[in-house]
């Protein structure tokens, strides 16, 4: 059925509703603006909000981040003086060592020497010599045996390897209760088994390191000079004790040569083997016989023996150019007659036919057996004269 007028809202009631929705505008107005200021005002926490404090300022989120590497450290204040000596450490430069360079000598002379080094069975040791003479400072015994007329612990190549046994103990330290006697049958034995000295390094107290000498000259001096030189001065006493020297060279020429010298108390050298000298004090210990001998003018130290300091003579051997040529020296000391024990030893080389100048004593001028010359050398203590340029009395 139509809808009657009655039914229809009257002008009235359409502007009154509308009127009322009107009036709820501005609300939905201030609703919505506040709505949007609350939103600006949370976005604008979220956004610019301060960091998080960790506890760990090494960690971010899951991730650990290794910490900076610290800052290096500053330089040191500058001290003065002792104080600043204090704090520096002492540091110690070791040069390179030195390799020795091949020498051949011009002039007519006894060696011709090269450096480079041969074996030599039944020999602890044994260098090959470079040069024509032999050196030594002459001074007694110090220490480690740098500037010892036993020899010093540098070695250039250039001398004699040398080293020292005491008699008197063992390796450990356990005394062998030697004797004059007993040692006398010690050097019998160690001579007629070849010169073993890896023998003597089982029953004797070995010198660790080896001397390295220009020549055999030790000026009558104390005993107890030995074993200092050979860095023992602490473990081993004066007397009862040997050092054992070797050396190879290069004949410079031909000819026909002796040794000669002394020993207080036992000097033996072989020459490619064989005993060619057994001089000392006591009578020899080995099949040597001494024949010639050079009475001791130059003598100041009043020894027992009459015919102590004399210089004895050794057998003739032959020297030709080119070949070459081993010689072994041992000098040994015996009683150390009660702490006040002497010890000396010279050694000379001789030309057979060659006639040698005399000093003011009448005593002979003989050249020192010499792989190096040194006419500057300085030798102190009682000693015969000697030439130090053997090469000049080797002259045609």
Known sequence: MPKTSSDEPSLRERFAAKSDWLSRIPFLVGAVLL???????????VIFRPPVEHSDPATFGMVKIAPPPPP??????????????????????????????????????????????????????????????LSS??????????????????????????????LKQTPDHKPTNIDVESEKAVLKKFFAGGWNEDDWAEKFLKSPKPLYANEI???????????????????????????????????????????????????????????????????????????????????????????????????????????EMTIDVLISDAFPANGSGKCGYFLFLLEEGKD?????????????????????VTRTGDHPPFSVHPEEALLP
């Open 217 to 323: 000259f030790v000026p009558i001096i104390s005993s107890e000079e030995g074993p200092k030189a050979y860095g023992l001065g602490k473990v081993c006493q004066m007397g009862y004790w040997a050092a054992i020297y070797h050396l190879k060279i290069t004949c410079g020429r031909t000819g026909n040569f002796r040794v000669a010298g002394f020993g207080d108390d036992y000097l033996v050298v072989r020459v490619n083997g064989s005993v060619v000298l057994d001089s000392g004090y006591y009578p020899p210990v080995t099949s040597f016989k001494r024949e010639k001998v050079y009475p001791a003018h130059w003598l100041k130290y009043k020894a027992i023996h009459p015919d102590y300091g004399q210089t004895v003579v050794g057998s003739s051997f032959t020297m030709e150019t080119g070949s």
């Open 35 to 45: 709505h949007l200021i609350v939103f600006v005002l949370l976005a604008t926490w």
């Open 356 to 376: 040698y100048p005399k000093d003011a004593q009448n005593d002979s001028i003989f050249p020192l057996l010499q792989v190096q010359p040194d006419s500057k």
């Open 72 to 133: 290096p450290p500053a330089p040191p204040q500058s001290l003065g003086g002792e104080a600043q000596s204090a704090l520096e450490p002492s540091v110690t430069v070791t040069p390179p060592p030195t390799v020795p360079h091949i020498a051949m000598t011009q002039s007519p002379s006894t060696f011709a020497l090269s450096a480079s080094a041969l074996p030599q069975p039944n020999l602890t040791s044994a260098t090959r010599a470079v040069g024509t003479g």
């Open 137 to 166: 400072t002459g001074a007694t015994g110090s220490g480690l045996g740098v500037g010892s007329v036993f020899g010093s612990d540098n070695n250039n190549g250039n001398g004699m390897t040398g080293y020292f046994y005491d």
